[in-house]
């Protein structure tokens, strides 16, 4: 398995921007696909965006298509999710998660999650 650590959350306003990274040790990680949830107060957690190994293909919760992007840097062990025109509706806990190959989203590992905060 690999050890994922977040950061990049924070408080901005609606319609601003942000930048999360999810930062893997081991050498596996490029074999890994990578992925985001979020967890809201009171909500369950879901998915929001994920990234195959290669970058080749990305999948996104329709909630945040066209807004998200997701992408992955094998060489720096980092996957990464730019977050534009954010909404109140995204306030949460973002949590990278990194599974292997052909197991479902959510199975593998998990970081310890970054908050972000998005003012009306």
């Known amino acids: 398995q690999v050890q994922l650590v977040e950061s990049g959350g924070g408080l901005v306003q609606a319609g601003g921007s942000l930048r999360l990274s999810c930062a893997a040790s081991?050498?596996?990680?490029?074999?890994?696909?990578m992925g985001w949830f979020r967890q809201a107060p009171g909500k369950e957690r879901e998915f929001v965006a994920g990234?195959?190994?290669?970058?080749?293909?990305?999948y996104y919760a329709d909630s945040v298509k066209g807004r998200f992007t997701i992408s992955r840097d094998n060489a720096k062990n980092t996957a990464y999710l730019q977050m534009n025109s954010l909404k109140p509706e995204d306030t949460a806990v973002y949590y990278c998660?990194?599974?292997?190959?052909?197991?479902?989203w959510g199975q593998g590992s998990w970081g310890q999650g970054t908050q972000v905060t998005v003012s009306s």
């Open positions: 990234i195959s190994w290669s970058g080749g293909r990305t």
């Open positions: 998660n990194g599974k292997p190959t052909n197991t479902a």
């Open positions: 081991g050498r596996i990680f490029s074999s890994y696909a």
